[in-house]
């Protein structure tokens, strides 16, 4: 009471004596730097947005290059006289080795999320979750060298073909993106409250039970949301899968024989294009293609969440 | 009906239940009343081997319900579960559908067929008074209900699975007055049908409802008597000083 007294009189005071106050002064200064750091990265994004639109609508606006002819076209052929610039091969690619990666990695990643919280916390806390989150630090060469040497050899055993293709993407990106799931799922199991797992454990249900009946279903716009950004993690990731998949431009038949994807083409032929032909505004467009997929994983993202909250 | 012999719990080191030995009476209200940290939540808890699951816990003595070892190697824990039921202090319900919540039990126990589930949901939730209110909305979410509705929920969602015992761990602490009365008025119904057991801090509560009392101090029984006697006419002292209010 007294305090609060106090304190109000020395605060008329200091207003009395200076038009500006000192924190008055802070307060706007930490109000313009703040302010000046938002501007500058969200000219940063809408800079890079702009520029990727520019490249990659010129094709279509100058180039002669028709929208479907490019998302339906099968053929990728930009240095023939005829050009022609087919990337369904590519779309094609890239969904089936993130999607592919995202169904092997989802089972291991939520049966480890499971052991960590549920069945043995203090291993999972102390050993496994700093093991699987040094998979997130390991370069993606690093991946995409093991992958080569380890399990494209093991492919060409096992399988009809050379090793090389969407299966070896696959493999060697769903490990990539097994720290994303299962630190996602670890945190949902984790922040799920008590009382829900005590109150079926109460009526008599088994571990099993409590985690199929009641664990799964409450987590699961949580763990979809890990998978999600698995595959849009997968779907970025160009260095391990250009490594392993072939990159050959055409739909594959098997899932063992060479294949490219989007972010594996731009890769390989932007540095054999110049700035501006019609070959580089092309691959410009395919990186428009990533982006927009980008937007569209964090919109199911975003859904995901929603619904979590609910 | 619920014997305890020589019971002692130890959390690690801490002795937090020390030589209990306690008869609970069938088809009576028993509540369990102490201050704060004094064991009786424990004691509740390892009636339906909750206690199991915290690490570090060891349990000397024996406890058995119906002349049954509820301790012994070969007793089932969820078999356990289903004849005691658990209401807790925060109303927990599933998120799912209020049929779903109530059907969670039968189900996990083995029953498949939609006409079966269906009586015993409109039965469970005829018991725990809660049928008038919701019998429109079965399909809505649990989390849509009020949280007495919630808790009257949870009720009818343990009594789903036909246990002997119902243990009430503070389960109207969360509510406001109007939902405590009716869960109170419940349970004085309850008890007829089941034998129940509750922990309250609610000293008030404990005599509107209960039968028997218990008094625990620092992991001991202090007293234990009718409901009545308990509080008009305490044989320790310190039951005395606790129930007029000198300390706790």
Same mark, same amino acid.
């Given at each position: 009471?007294?305090?609060?007294?106090?304190? !109000?009189?020395?605060?008329?005071?200091?207003?009395?004596?200076?038009?500006?106050?000192?924190?008055?002064?802070?307060?706007?200064?930490?109000?313009?730097?703040? =302010?000046?750091?938002?501007? !500058?990265?969200?000219?940063?994004?809408?800079?890079?947005?702009?520029?990727?639109?520019?490249?990659?609508?010129?094709?279509?606006?100058?180039?002669? !290059?028709?929208?479907?002819?490019?998302?339906?076209?099968?053929?990728?052929?930009?240095?023939?006289?005829?050009?022609? =610039?087919?990337?369904?091969?590519?779309? =094609?690619?890239?969904?089936?080795?993130?999607?592919?990666?995202?169904?092997?990695?989802?089972?291991?990643?939520?049966?480890?999320?499971?052991?960590?919280?549920?069945?043995?916390?203090?291993?999972?806390?102390?050993?496994?979750?700093?093991?699987?989150?040094?998979?997130?630090?390991?370069?993606? !060469?690093?991946?995409?060298?093991?992958?080569?040497?380890?399990?494209?050899?093991?492919?060409?055993?096992?399988?009809?073909?050379?090793?090389?293709?969407?299966?070896?993407?696959?493999?060697?990106?769903?490990?990539?993106?097994?720290?994303?799931?299962?630190?996602?799922?670890?945190?949902?199991?984790?922040?799920?409250?008590?009382?829900?797992?005590?109150?079926? =454990?109460?009526?008599?249900?088994?571990?099993?039970?409590?985690?199929?009946?009641?664990?799964?279903?409450?987590?699961?716009?949580?763990?979809?949301?890990?998978?999600?950004?698995?595959?849009?993690?997968?779907?970025?990731?160009?260095?391990?899968?250009?490594?392993?998949?072939?990159?050959?431009?055409?739909?594959?038949?098997?899932?063992?024989?060479?294949?490219?994807?989007?972010?594996?083409?731009?890769?390989?032929?932007?540095?054999?294009?110049?700035?501006?032909?019609?070959?580089?505004?092309?691959?410009?467009?395919?990186?428009?293609?990533?982006?927009?997929?980008?937007?569209?994983?964090?919109?199911?993202?975003?859904?995901?969440?929603?619904?979590?909250?609910? | 009906?619920?014997?305890?012999?020589?019971?002692?719990?130890?959390?690690?080191?801490?002795?937090?239940?020390?030589?209990?030995?306690?008869?609970?009476?069938?088809?009576?209200?028993?509540?369990?009343?102490?201050?704060?940290?004094?064991?009786?939540?424990?004691?509740?808890?390892?009636?339906?081997?909750?206690?199991?699951?915290?690490?570090?816990?060891?349990?000397?003595?024996?406890?058995?319900?119906?002349?049954?070892?509820?301790?012994?190697?070969?007793?089932?824990?969820?078999?356990?579960?289903?004849?005691?039921?658990?209401?807790?202090?925060?109303?927990?319900?599933?998120?799912?559908?209020?049929?779903?919540?109530?059907?969670?039990?039968?189900?996990?126990?083995?029953?498949?067929?939609?006409?079966?589930?269906?009586?015993?949901?409109?039965?469970?939730?005829?018991?725990?008074?809660?049928?008038?209110?919701?019998?429109?909305?079965?399909?809505?979410?649990?989390?849509?209900?009020?949280?007495?509705?919630?808790?009257?929920?949870?009720?009818?969602?343990?009594?789903?699975?036909?246990?002997?015992?119902?243990?009430?761990?503070?389960?109207?602490?969360?509510?406001?007055?109007? #939902?405590?009365?009716?869960?109170?008025?419940?349970?004085?119904?309850?008890?007829?049908?089941?034998?129940?057991?509750?922990?309250?801090?609610?000293?008030?509560?404990?005599?509107?409802? #209960?039968?028997?009392?218990?008094?625990?101090?620092?992991?001991?029984?202090?007293?234990?008597?009718?409901?009545?006697?308990?509080?008009?006419?305490?044989?320790?002292?310190?039951?005395?000083?606790?129930? #007029?209010?000198?300390?706790?």
């Amino acid at each position: 009471m007294n305090l609060s007294y106090k304190e !109000v009189k020395r605060d008329t005071a200091v207003q009395a004596s200076k038009p500006f106050p000192k924190h008055r002064i802070e307060e706007w200064r930490g109000k313009a730097y703040v =302010y000046v750091c938002i501007l !500058v990265l969200i000219v940063t994004i809408f800079s890079i947005v702009y520029f990727i639109a520019v490249r990659g609508l010129t094709p279509f606006v100058s180039g002669g !290059v028709g929208v479907g002819e490019m998302l339906f076209g099968k053929v990728w052929d930009p240095d023939a006289e005829q050009p022609l =610039y087919g990337a369904l091969p590519f779309l =094609y690619g890239s969904f089936a080795t993130s999607l592919l990666a995202a169904a092997i990695a989802a089972p291991l990643g939520f049966c480890a999320a499971i052991f960590m919280t549920e069945m043995m916390p203090k291993l999972g806390r102390t050993v496994l979750q700093p093991a699987i989150e040094l998979l997130a630090g390991i370069p993606s !060469v690093v991946y995409g060298f093991v992958g080569l040497s380890v399990i494209v050899p093991f492919l060409r055993h096992t399988f009809p073909g050379q090793g090389i293709g969407i299966m070896a993407g696959s493999i060697v990106l769903s490990i990539m993106i097994l720290p994303t799931v299962t630190t996602i799922a670890t945190d949902a199991l984790r922040s799920l409250p008590s009382g829900l797992k005590e109150g079926s =454990y109460a009526l008599g249900a088994t571990r099993w039970q409590t985690i199929s009946r009641i664990i799964l279903p409450t987590t699961l716009p949580s763990l979809l949301t890990g998978i999600v950004l698995g595959i849009a993690r997968a779907f970025g990731e160009a260095l391990a899968v250009q490594m392993v998949i072939g990159n050959a431009p055409h739909i594959p038949d098997s899932l063992f024989e060479s294949a490219a994807t989007l972010t594996s083409i731009i890769t390989l032929s932007m540095g054999n294009t110049t700035l501006g032909s019609a070959h580089n505004n092309a691959l410009w467009s395919l990186a428009l293609i990533l982006l927009l997929m980008t937007f569209v994983f964090v919109f199911i993202v975003r859904l995901l969440e929603r619904r979590a909250k609910r | 009906m619920i014997e305890i012999e020589r019971l002692q719990l130890y959390y690690g080191t801490f002795h937090a239940l020390k030589d209990i030995s306690l008869s609970i009476p069938e088809k009576r209200v028993t509540a369990f009343i102490g201050p704060s940290g004094c064991g009786k939540s424990t004691l509740l808890r390892t009636l339906n081997r909750m206690n199991d699951a915290i690490d570090g816990v060891r349990i000397e003595g024996k406890v058995e319900i119906q002349g049954q070892d509820i301790y012994a190697p070969d007793m089932e824990v969820e078999t356990l579960r289903k004849r005691v039921g658990m209401v807790f202090q925060q109303p927990n319900p599933f998120p799912k559908s209020i049929y779903d919540n109530v059907a969670y039990g039968p189900r996990l126990h083995g029953k498949r067929k939609k006409a079966e589930l269906d009586e015993i949901v409109e039965k469970s939730l005829r018991a725990a008074s809660l049928w008038e209110e919701v019998r429109d909305v079965l399909k809505k979410s649990a989390w849509s209900l009020s949280g007495g509705q919630q808790q009257r929920l949870c009720i009818a969602r343990a009594l789903a699975v036909e246990p002997d015992i119902l243990l009430m761990d503070e389960s109207t602490s969360a509510l406001d007055p109007i #939902s405590t009365n009716k869960i109170e008025e419940l349970t004085r119904e309850l008890s007829r049908n089941y034998t129940i057991v509750m922990v309250t801090h609610n000293m008030h509560q404990a005599a509107r409802i #209960s039968d028997r009392t218990v008094f625990f101090l620092n992991g001991q029984v202090i007293e234990a008597a009718d409901t009545e006697t308990l509080f008009s006419n305490p044989a320790d002292r310190r039951t005395e000083d606790y129930i #007029s209010g000198r300390f706790g």
